[in-house]
């Protein structure tokens, strides 16, 4: 069973951004619980517990209202676009045995096989699972795998109780053959030729055109004709 952070909530009868702002200046932040049927219970949660508490995905909340408690759910948290500060939250009512979907994170762990890279293409699975047994991720083992593997949603090992929601062809994880630096650097040049793009020869390149020149019988420099002057 997962743990749960209680927070001691106090109802509001207040409405409005005037009211949601008096609540944020007090260090609160102003949130609406609902869920099975009941009506919409407008709160306000202490704003650092609050904060601590849905920095871990999916938290289990048991809310305290005069003194009966509530399971809930974060279902949607408004954040600050600037500040770190959360403006509103919305809480969905679980109870105990119920089962909820929600969106689970892929951990990766392990080294693939040398010279490949490792694609994550999905950084989370929806499953559905007790809400209060929500797993804090989806461990998918990498570990010596060769160019050209690839691991679905249907492959994933899910952790005990949890359904798959997400499409079973959905892929996770791809490997592929790392690309050498000679292969990028004749893309790249490819790239910007067929842009138009004029590169700089670089001093090495310069000093390696210069070496190719003599070796093919080109003009001696200018140093090597005054020589041969005197």
């Known amino acids: 069973m997962s743990d749960s952070t209680k927070l001691t909530a106090a109802k509001r009868t207040d409405f ?34 609050t904060m601590m508490a849905l920095k871990q995905a999916n938290a289990l909340l048991t809310i305290v209202i005069d003194g009966d408690e509530q399971l809930a759910l974060a279902k949607d948290v408004q954040r600050d676009p600037i500040k770190p500060v959360i403006d509103h939250v919305d809480l969905v009512v679980v109870r105990k045995g119920e089962k909820v979907t929600v969106d689970v994170s892929v ?72 690309i050498s630096e000679e292969a990028l650097e004749a893309e790249l040049a490819e790239a910007e030729a067929e842009a138009g793009i004029e590169r700089e020869e670089s001093d090495e390149e310069a000093a390696e055109s210069a070496e190719a020149a003599e070796s093919e019988g080109g003009e001696p420099a200018e140093g090597d004709a005054k020589s041969d002057e005197a």
């Open 16 to 49: 409005g951004k005037g009211a949601a702002r008096k609540i944020r200046r007090a260090g609160n932040i102003p949130a609406v619980m609902y869920g099975h049927g009941t009506e919409p219970v407008h709160i306000s949660l202490p704003g650092h517990d």
């Open 107 to 178: 951990h990766l762990e392990g080294e693939a096989a040398p010279e490949t890279v490792v694609t994550l293409d999905n950084n989370s699975l929806q499953l559905e699972v007790l809400a209060t047994n929500i797993p804090e991720n989806v461990v998918v083992s990498v570990e010596g795998l060769a160019a050209g593997t690839q691991i679905l949603a249907g492959a994933v090992e899910l952790p005990e109780g949890a359904t798959l929601v997400t499409d079973e062809d959905a892929l996770v994880v791809n490997v592929t053959q790392a």
